[in-house]
C-alpha cells in the first residue's frame, strides 16, 4: 500500500495541479513558460517562494543539469533528497543522483534541456511541476548496468518529460518524481520498436 501511495499521490498531485493551471488560465492568470538564456518570468500575484522555487528549477535544468555543474546541484536539492525515477526505482541522496544524473552524457554528450513551457506550483510553494523536453544525440556506445552495450545510431532524441519536487522552507527539493517514457526514449533513439 505505501508503494501504491508513492505512485498514486504525484500522478494524482500532477492531474490537481493541471486542472489548476487550467483554471487560473481561464481566470486570466498566467503560468509563464521559460527558456534557457531568458530572464526567469513570473506570473502576476505568484508567491515569492513559489517564484523563488521556480526560477531554482530553472537555473537546475538550464545550466547545473545541463552543464553538469553538480557542485551546484545543492542549490536545488537537499543533502538527503528522494528521487522516484519512471521505471520504479528510487535514490537517497545527492552522490546517488549524481551518479544516476551522469549517465545520459555517457552516449550523447550533448544531452540538455533548454525550454520548460509548463511550470507552476501550488500557493504555499511546497510542491512544484514543471514539464520540458530532454534534448541530445545518440553519439557514444550506451553501457547498460548489466553490461549489455549499445551502439550509438547518431539519431537525435526529444523526450517529453515531467518533474514533481516537494521543497522544503530552505528553498531546496526533498523529494523529486521524474517522469518520461522509457520506451518511446529508446525508439527516438533508434533502438526500440
Keep these: 500500500m505505501k508503494t501504491a ?29 521559460s527558456k534557457v538564456g531568458d530572464a526567469t518570468p513570473n506570473a502576476e500575484g505568484m508567491p515569492a517562494a513559489l517564484a523563488k522555487n521556480l526560477a531554482t528549477f530553472d537555473d537546475l535544468d538550464f545550466r547545473v543539469y545541463t552543464k553538469q555543474a553538480w557542485d551546484d546541484l545543492h542549490l536545488s536539492h537537499a543533502e ?80 517529453p518529460m515531467a518533474t514533481l519536487g516537494r521543497w522544503n522552507k530552505q528553498g531546496q527539493m526533498v523529494e523529486e518524481f521524474l517522469y518520461w517514457d522509457n520506451a518511446a526514449f529508446m525508439k527516438q533513439l533508434g533502438v526500440g520498436n
Design 5 to 33: 501511495k508513492r505512485i498514486v499521490l504525484p500522478v494524482l498531485f500532477a492531474v490537481m495541479a493541471v486542472t489548476a493551471a487550467h483554471a487560473a488560465e481561464v481566470a486570466g492568470e498566467k503560468w509563464p513558460a
Design 80 to 159: 538527503n533528497i528522494v528521487v522516484h525515477y519512471p521505471d520504479g526505482h528510487t535514490t537517497t541522496g545527492l552522490p546517488d543522483h549524481i551518479k544516476e544524473l551522469d549517465f545520459m552524457w555517457t552516449f550523447a554528450p550533448d544531452n540538455r534541456i533548454i525550454e520548460h513551457p509548463v511550470r507552476f506550483g501550488t500557493a504555499d510553494a511546497e510542491w512544484t511541476a514543471v514539464g520540458g523536453f530532454i534534448e541530445g544525440t545518440f553519439t557514444r556506445p550506451m553501457v547498460l548496468a548489466d553490461g549489455t552495450v549499445i551502439q550509438p545510431t547518431g539519431k537525435k532524441y526529444r523526450l
